[in-house]
């Protein structure tokens, strides 16, 4: 395979829209997410972000828009989603084909630090154990763009911590787009290279992160950046009324 | 301790003297906690096996004595051996032959339409809405009662009996596959879809795994009603199986032998659910670890 273009987007969305009954939940939304690019999408809950990730994932068929990804897309969802009857390296290797699988599915677990644990069952394990596996799941497709639906939601803040560490070694290591959704703002501007604010179905933020990584909450320009995007999210700062 | 034992046991009453008999505490026991499970086994199972053994004990005393009359309740001891002369002279063998191959065939022939329906229903829009409404009407019918108007449409003979088996086995079988496969957590359907399973690789692999365990259930109360429709199956114009062996002792006042087919109906039903059982923890060892932990 070569090398893909920087500037060659890997994902280009036009026109998404979605409407359960009146309630119109996407509202044109368009998106183009650059090869390798992390991409934050931040919104109040009911904004849409979750809506538009599964419009763009393919998992709604009643959502309308032009979506065009190159390459593999690989989505990890806020829930595990790990098949309770298949163990680990199983729940990895789902739906893979070819000689290499073994290995590359040992070298997905390898890389979420689980190696050890292929043979276990999804019960077995810890709700971060289990996310790491969701996300071994989708590393071992080689996806030039990943798709994450609030990937760290549900886990315990220290854990939440470690898998955003974890998120951006990958990332580096791999070189894949991504598309992060969030209402966490620290999250985001620890992960993303773009934030963008979704507000009533439509983006009303599109801001690029000029950080220098590692990054780290307590860096110059960090507070600035998060309480713009808490301004835009309609959070007012503490002791101030909104 | 007491308590604890009775915990064990008291999750799975049809399945109690299986647990018991297969010396494990039970299906739901804590399987991962070995030094409480052998505490709970040795303790207990003595104490649980006092009163049937007193019970044992005090039928057959009545029986020897003459308080329990030998036409209306013959002792433990004669009943044995009666079984004995019976399975040594080979009748014994002929009627149960007869027997498990009409609960065979019965549960064969129900059980795969049951399957076959319950998956059309489940699966399928159009196959809920067109098949699911009569079953979910029929079933509202005993089938038991159904007998007059078998013997109508087809006679007397073995179809009676096998049909009786059939329609019993079919609704538990129907029913929980169905639920089974309605139940289905249908995020897991989606993740699978974007592991880029299609369609038939997601009946293999999330489907049929995930409606199991429903099945297993299914499966087992039907076996229940088949033991069940043959016993009423076999009291209608039959010259073999081991209900007619009942009747006929009946007719002859042979108590023994009466309570003999009794005896081999209560353990077919028995091993029959031990089989299913064992059969059920080697399919979904998955399914008891979350149980475990």
Redesign the interface.
């Known amino acids: 395979m070569t090398e893909p273009a920087v500037t060659a987007p890997v994902l280009t969305a036009r026109g998404m829209r979605r409407a359960y009954g009146d309630a119109v939940v996407l509202d044109g939304v368009d998106l183009t997410i650059a090869a390798g690019e992390v991409v934050a999408l931040l919104g109040v809950s009911g904004s849409g972000k979750s809506t538009l990730l599964r419009a763009l ?1 393919g ?1 709604d068929p009643e959502s309308g828009g032009q979506v065009q990804v190159r390459g593999r ?3 990890v ?1 806020q ?1 595990h ?1 790990l ?4 163990r680990v390296a199983d729940n990895v290797a ?2 893979l084909s070819g000689r290499d699988v073994r290995a590359r599915v040992a070298a997905a677990l390898a890389e979420v630090d689980l190696a050890q644990r292929g043979r276990a ?1 999804p ?2 394990l810890s709700g971060g154990q289990s996310q790491r596996v969701a996300v071994a ?1 989708a590393l071992v ?1 080689e996806p030039e763009l990943l798709l994450l639906d609030e990937p760290f939601g549900a886990l315990d803040a220290l854990t939440r911590l470690k898998m955003q560490d974890l998120l951006r070694r990958l990332r580096d290591e791999h070189g894949f787009a991504a598309l992060l959704v969030t209402h966490d703002v620290d999250e985001a501007l620890l992960l993303a290279d773009r934030t963008l604010v979704i507000d009533q179905g439509r983006i009303v933020q599109d801001t690029v992160v000029r950080l220098a990584h590692p990054r780290d909450p307590v860096q110059p320009g960090f507070g600035r950046l998060r309480r713009d995007l808490l301004d835009r999210l309609g959070v007012a700062p503490a002791g101030v009324p909104a | 301790m007491s308590g604890a034992a009775l915990t064990a046991t008291s999750t799975v009453s049809p399945a109690a003297t299986a647990a018991v008999a297969d010396g494990r505490p039970g299906g739901a026991g804590p399987v991962g906690r070995p030094a409480q499970a052998r505490a709970r086994r040795s303790l207990p199972s003595w104490r649980r096996a006092v009163s049937p053994v007193a019970l044992l004990l005090a039928w057959e005393l009545a029986g020897r004595s003459g308080v329990l009359a030998e036409e209306k309740l013959p002792a433990p001891s004669t009943v044995l051996t009666t079984g004995a002369r019976l399975a040594g002279d080979g009748s014994l063998w002929v009627h149960l032959g007869d027997s498990l191959t009409r609960a065979g065939t019965g549960l064969v022939l129900g059980g795969t339409a049951a399957v076959l329906l319950g998956a059309i229903a489940g699966l399928l829009r159009l196959g809920d809405d067109l098949v699911d409404p009569p079953v979910q009407m029929a079933r509202m019918l005993p089938h038991l009662a159904l007998v007059p108007l078998l013997i109508i449409w087809v006679g007397i003979g073995e179809s009676l009996k096998i049909s009786l088996v059939a329609l019993g086995a079919f609704f538990p079988i129907y029913l929980n596959l169905y639920a089974g496969i309605r139940g289905i957590d249908q ?2 359907v ?8 299609g369609q038939l ?1 997601r009946l293999r ?2 489907v049929l ?2 409606a ?1 365990p429903s099945l297993f259930l299914g499966l087992r109360l039907a076996i229940a009603a088949a033991w069940l429709s043959l016993v009423v199956g076999e009291q209608v114009a039959t010259d073999n199986g081991v209900g007619f062996m009942i009747m006929e002792a009946r007719e002859f006042s042979q108590t023994d032998v009466v309570v003999l087919g009794l005896l081999v109906y209560a353990v077919l039903g028995l091993l029959s659910d031990l089989a299913l059982r064992f059969a059920e923890r080697r399919a ?1 060892v ?2 008891t ?2 149980r475990a ?1």
């Not at chain 1, 098949?83 to 298949?86: A, E, G, V």
């Not at chain 2, 989606?190 to 399973?197: D, P, S």
């Open positions: 994932a998992l897309t690989a989505v969802f829930e989603r098949l309770p009857w298949k789902l739906g069952w019960a077995q799941r497709r | 995020r897991l989606e993740a699978a879809r974007t592991c880029g399973l690789a692999h999330v795994p995930g199991l979904l998955w399914h670890g979350l932990t």
